[in-house]
């Protein structure tokens, strides 16, 4: 964060490490002296601009951005804008990221391309010209053309996945900017009020922001989260473990830590057949998943309204269902209610990064599993995770 003179005012662990700084070093320097020089004054002129129309962007659009180690070394960055007020003062909030891997990957996989482009012309001309001298030889030379073709397509596959990751990490800057900035600002402004309430020993005052202060940290904590899973689940990093769950233990657990977070008058039922008494399955990803949807259905329904989780078994499949009495889904959204980053027309200024539903989707995928749902609009929403025995 940075004041409307430039100074450094915070700045995270993560960013003091990347520029190459001890605790708190970087606090009250200058924002351009993490500028290589030949941009330092230019970007005077471009931080006064956007402090007099302030709005959330991305910097340097269409042109490489680099920055500067406190080394003397520079490093390519992506960098996002965004802003908040506290005393009546302008602070700007930078999202910056190393994208030297990235850089080099995009160049690594250019080059490649390029040379089996070159290749594969060089190749076909040789074909041409020796097909009459060589008919003994055509079935090898084809062959290896397709090969060729088929590591280009490899290739340009790689291209493409290489260009989905920026995408999706463009649309978490530009999620972050607008989901971090409210509890940012409680947090602040919550810690701020509590030394002056403190003074007063007016302890009912300083318990609520307290909370204030936890329920905004709890919901960074579950943006992080939501993109650690995608994270992993993006490089196939997660692993199923299959084990032995004892059901009954299984959703005692699930209904103990999930009671504090619901909204009041709140209870999870629970309709629960006896036999049997236990599954093979992972329980941190079935755990993962039920998590996700109980806390949704909380979420997306009113304080006195139940939420209902029944558990019954088909002849080789378990199916959880979680039931809610909320605000349901409108019928042109349903078609899209799994993908990445798509919320509800009417989720209004509900918390939510849009994944959550997309990550419980894959993640049953991952036990060979499969997630079905029903909703009708203002009355509620029914979804279904059906699981092989």
Not at 22 to 39: D, K
Not at 76 to 103: C, G, H
Not at 135 to 164: F, P, Q, S, W
Request: with cysteine.
């Amino acid at each position: 964060m940075v004041d409307e003179e430039g100074k450094i005012v915070v700045s995270n662990p993560v960013a003091e490490q990347i520029f190459g700084y001890e605790l708190n070093e970087m606090i009250g320097l200058s924002m351009e002296q993490l500028l290589p020089e030949q941009f330092r004054s230019g970007h005077v002129s471009l931080r006064k601009g956007f402090n007099n129309n302030p709005s959330p962007r991305r910097m340097g659009t269409g042109r490489d951005l680099t920055a500067l180690r406190k080394d003397g070394k520079e490093f390519p960055v992506e960098v996002s804008l965004s802003f908040t007020r506290y005393n009546q003062k302008l602070l700007v909030m930078a999202f910056i990221s190393d994208v030297s891997l990235s850089k080099k990957a995009q160049e690594a996989l250019k080059r490649s391309e390029e040379q089996l482009l070159m290749y594969a012309a060089e190749l076909e001309k040789k074909v041409e010209m020796r097909t009459e001298a060589l008919n003994n030889m055509v079935g090898e030379l084809e062959k290896e053309v397709l090969e060729r073709k088929k590591a280009m397509l490899e290739t340009r596959k790689a291209l493409e996945k290489e260009r989905e990751l920026n995408e999706l990490k463009s649309k978490f800057v530009s999620l972050a900017s607008h989901e971090f900035r409210t509890p940012l600002s409680t947090i602040m402004s919550s810690a701020s009020l509590i030394n002056q309430y403190k003074e007063k020993s007016e302890w009912d005052k300083v318990d609520r922001h307290v909370h204030r202060i936890k329920s905004s940290v709890g919901h960074l904590t579950n943006i992080l989260n939501d993109f650690l899973s995608l994270g992993k689940l993006e490089e196939g990093k997660v692993e199923v473990k299959i084990e032995e769950i004892d059901l009954h233990s299984f959703f005692q657990e699930i209904e103990e830590d999930l009671r504090p977070t619901l909204k009041s008058g709140q209870q999870i039922l629970l309709d629960y057949q006896s036999k049997p008494k236990s599954i093979r399955t992972d329980s941190r990803i079935l755990r993962n998943v039920l998590f996700n949807l109980i806390s949704n259905a909380s979420k997306y329904s009113e304080e006195g309204k139940n939420i209902y989780i029944k558990c019954d078994f088909g002849e080789n499949e378990i199916n959880f269902s979680i039931r809610d009495e909320g605000i349901g889904i409108p019928e042109q959204d349903l078609k899209h209610i799994f993908e990445r980053f798509f919320r509800a027309t009417n989720a209004g200024n509900i918390q939510g990064t849009g994944l959550g539903l997309n990550i419980v989707k894959r993640y049953a995928e991952l036990l060979q599993g499969q997630v079905t749902f029903s909703s009708e609009y203002t009355k509620g929403s029914t979804f279904t995770i059906s699981l092989p025995i």
